[in-house]
């Protein structure tokens, strides 16, 4: 099964107000398990760059001039993407700036039920608790210390983390990556087995008996 964990920065929180996204960043899961594949762009805005959103991520109006246009990526987005499930913490907020942007361009847009929300999942498993990110990477020790600041693709390679750790760890359905082996299903019969001899070899019973006889009063009888 292939699913894209994806990330977005922009520079703000309304595409209908004038924001655009300027970082794009997915990574693809093929049985839950990270590939190596990655897709990852900056992209000009066209626009300036608020002061909010430059601390937030720290990407300059000045550097991205200096990179495609949304226009000039979305075939390689799309093509990346497939139709795979897409794994986004808080995927109405990416949904909403990537579909604005590939309406402008007449492109259809991806749909909602294609989204697994992590920060959704989060608040069912744990009520109540904070279900930020960085909450959840510290809830599972993993290490989000190069994130002082928010990147698409570093986001993206924390949320496969704490991903997997939602659905159950590294190993889902207890299955042994890489080994081509898996462990007995609940409730499934056992493989009948031909019984192991335990009855000692000649060789053996010899053995042991002149180990007996070596013996000092010993505890059973010889």
Not at 8 to 29: K, M, N, S, Y
Not at 143 to 156: E, F, I, P, T, V
Request: with cysteine; glycine share 6%; hydrophobic share 40%.
């Amino acid at each position: 099964m292939r699913e894209i964990v994806l990330d977005t920065e922009t520079t703000g929180l309304d595409p209908t107000a004038g924001h655009r996204i300027v970082e794009v960043g997915c990574l693809e899961l093929v049985n839950h398990m990270p590939t190596g594949r990655v897709f990852h762009r900056y992209i000009n805005p066209e626009r300036d760059m608020p002061a909010e959103a430059f601390a937030v991520h720290g990407l300059s109006e000045q550097f991205l001039s200096g990179h495609p246009v949304f226009a000039a990526i979305a075939g390689d987005l799309v093509e990346f993407l497939e139709d795979s499930p897409l794994v986004i913490h808080n995927a109405e907020f990416d949904l909403k700036f990537l579909n604005w942007e590939f309406r402008q361009l007449e492109r259809p847009p991806l749909a909602k039920d294609r989204a697994i929300d992590t920060i959704q999942i989060a608040r069912r498993r744990f009520p109540g608790a904070p279900a930020s990110l960085d909450a959840l990477c510290r809830r599972f020790a993993i290490d989000n210390s190069a994130r002082d600041k928010h990147g698409a693709l570093l986001d993206a390679e924390l949320l496969a983390d704490v991903y997997l750790e939602l659905i159950g760890g590294r190993e889902p359905g207890l299955q042994l990556s890489g080994s081509g082996r898996q462990t007995r299903a609940v409730g499934a019969p056992r493989q009948k087995r031909d019984a192991r001899p335990h009855a000692p070899t000649e060789e053996e019973q010899a053995a042991h008996d002149a180990f007996v006889k070596t013996l000092t009063n010993p505890l059973w009888p010889a």
